[in-house]
Structure formats: structure tokens, C-alpha cells
């Protein structure tokens, strides 16, 4: 019979998944057939919708201002320009983020191969050197994150764009270097052009 050594509780810091997982973990993009979003056009941000999660670990102002820089920063990279008017912005961006603590169990089991050796007084059937199996049993508390970017239409509302992060996370990827790299990822598919250069007084692109 198999006996269960241990059976543990892990609580706290939630496991990354492996190292070979990009920033934004499963990255999910849906891009409508009828609205075309084009490169350069101007964008603005839409007020945060009445269903916005009040989860407290990411409806605070430090988050939220942390993953409007990061947006800000992947849109411009893409071409895209913010304005300040939103009746003036042929775009509006939204995002939704979330948080849900879940658990799973892990099992390892190792020892016990059952085998039967004969000799000369006959057979005999056992567990071998080792004994009986042995299985660790693990239950695993983690937290899964979520982060939903929508760029839709402003004159007809319609969804042009959206990118979905679902990955595991812990505090580490609160900070803004982290969130800047899942917001990228999250915009690698996202249609754009490279922006046009800062003029300074000594660039080529100034006429004089």
C-alpha cells in the first residue's frame, strides 16, 4: 500500500513558472476584421468602466499609474500618439487587470519497483531493497494575474484590439520595470510603425 510521507501546505510567495517563459507568460491577442487601427493615429485613455476590480493589490494609484506609464511607453513605440482630449483622439485604451489565488497539488512518488526474484527453494514476490513507494504530496498556493488591454474605436466604440496576460505572479512583478516588460510583450503584435525622430537643432530632419 502506498504510504504518504507528507502532505504540505506551501503559503506565501507564488512560483514563477520557468525560466524559458516570456514577461507577459500566455499572451492572447484578438484583432477585429472590420476596425483597422493605423499607425500614428492619436489616442486617449477611456474612463475606468463601473465593473473595474476592487482588489486592492492591483485598484490602488501606485498600480494604476505604474501600468498607464508602461501603456503610454508601448504605444509610443509603436507610433501611436497620446492627446490630452479625448473628444479630439481617434482611439480609446482601456486595461483591466485582476488577481485570483488559486492552489494545486503536486505529487512526486519514487522507491518501490515490485519485482519477484526466483532461485532454486522457488519465487519470491516483493518490494525489493527499498520497500513500498513513497510519494510526497504538495499543496501549492499561488496567485494567477491577469492584464487586459482594449483599443477601441472612439467614434463607433467598436473593439479594434485586444492583448490578455494570464500568468502566475508574486510581488516582484508589481514594480514598474516588470510591468513594463509584460505590457511589451503584450504589444508585440499590436500594428504600428516606428515613430518619428525628436528634431533637434543639430538633426537632419530640421530645415532651417
Same mark, same amino acid.
Request: charged content about 10%.
Given at each position: 500500500?502506498?504510504?504518504?510521507?507528507?502532505?504540505?501546505?506551501?503559503?506565501?510567495?507564488?512560483?514563477?513558472?520557468?525560466?524559458?517563459?516570456?514577461?507577459?507568460?500566455?499572451?492572447?491577442?484578438?484583432?477585429?476584421? &472590420?476596425?483597422?487601427?493605423?499607425? *500614428?493615429?492619436?489616442?486617449? $485613455?477611456?474612463?475606468?468602466? =463601473?465593473?473595474?476590480?476592487?482588489d486592492p493589490r492591483v485598484a490602488n494609484d501606485i498600480i494604476d499609474q505604474?501600468?498607464?506609464?508602461?501603456?503610454?511607453?508601448?504605444?509610443a513605440a509603436k507610433g501611436y500618439r497620446r492627446v490630452a482630449s479625448p473628444a479630439s483622439a481617434q482611439l480609446q485604451v482601456a486595461y483591466y487587470a485582476a488577481l485570483q489565488d488559486r492552489q494545486e497539488t503536486e505529487v512526486d512518488s519514487w522507491g518501490g519497483n515490485a519485482? &519477484?526474484?526466483?532461485?532454486?527453494? *522457488?519465487?519470491?514476490?516483493? $518490494?525489493?531493497?527499498?520497500? =513500498?513507494?513513497?510519494?510526497?504530496?504538495?499543496?501549492?498556493?499561488?496567485?494567477?494575474?491577469?492584464?487586459?488591454?482594449?483599443?477601441?474605436d472612439r467614434t463607433s466604440g467598436r473593439l479594434a484590439w485586444r492583448a490578455t496576460s494570464d500568468k502566475r505572479v508574486d510581488a516582484s512583478d508589481a514594480s514598474q520595470a516588470s510591468i513594463n516588460?509584460?505590457?511589451?510583450?503584450?504589444?508585440?503584435?499590436?500594428?504600428?510603425?516606428?515613430?518619428?525622430?525628436m528634431c533637434t537643432p543639430s538633426a537632419a530632419c530640421c530645415t532651417r
Open positions: 500500500m502506498l504510504r504518504i510521507l507528507m502532505a504540505s501546505t506551501v503559503v506565501g510567495a507564488a512560483l514563477l513558472l520557468s525560466g524559458c517563459e516570456t514577461p507577459g507568460g500566455k499572451v492572447s491577442v484578438l484583432a477585429s476584421d &472590420t476596425v483597422a487601427l493605423t499607425p *500614428g493615429a492619436t489616442y486617449a $485613455w477611456a474612463p475606468h468602466p =463601473a465593473g473595474s476590480s476592487t505604474r501600468l498607464h506609464a508602461a501603456i503610454d511607453q508601448a504605444l519485482g &519477484t526474484m526466483c532461485g532454486i527453494r *522457488g519465487c519470491i514476490s516483493g $518490494w525489493g531493497l527499498y520497500g =513500498a513507494p513513497q510519494v510526497d504530496v504538495r499543496n501549492i498556493d499561488y496567485t494567477q494575474g491577469t492584464l487586459m488591454i482594449d483599443i477601441t516588460a509584460i505590457v511589451m510583450d503584450m504589444t508585440k503584435a499590436l500594428p504600428g510603425s516606428t515613430p518619428a525622430p
